[in-house]
């Protein structure tokens, strides 16, 4: 069992940035697959990052490449998204997840936080 709870959303101007952390519960931490997803209003939940066991390969949608990083402190058990450049595009409610299969799929993840709100104001 993982239990996940993000924090650092809030509301920032186009061209800023934010730090988004997903502190997880449980021993197995390291075993898992993290990675984050967003939702927009009226939008399906899409993928964002993802960063294997390891945290040795990473993987990102082609619309954050370049201006999101994710990470993730073993000690900690806690995973990180940097944003960067930030666009009014990038506003959404962001899900952090765990799964042993990982990928780009909402199906590759079986544990899901509750979401941090983000918003971008151009």
């Known amino acids: 069992q993982v239990q996940l709870v993000e924090s650092g959303g809030g509301l920032v101007q186009a061209g800023g940035s934010l730090r988004l952390s997903c502190a997880a519960s449980?021993?197995?931490?390291?075993?898992?697959?993290m990675g984050w997803f967003r939702q927009a209003p009226g939008k399906e939940r899409e993928f964002v990052a993802a960063i294997n066991w390891s945290g040795g390969s990473t993987n990102y949608a082609d619309s954050v490449k370049g201006r999101f990083t994710i990470s993730r402190d073993y000690a900690k058990n806690t995973v990180y998204l940097q944003m960067n450049s930030l666009k009014p595009e990038d506003t959404a409610v962001y899900y952090c997840?765990?799964?042993?299969?990982?990928?780009?799929?909402?199906?590759?993840?079986?544990?899901w936080g509750q979401g941090t709100q983000v918003t971008v104001s151009s």
């Open positions: 449980g021993r197995t931490f390291s075993r898992y697959v």
């Open positions: 997840a765990a799964g042993t299969v990982g990928g780009t799929s909402l199906r590759g993840y079986g544990y």
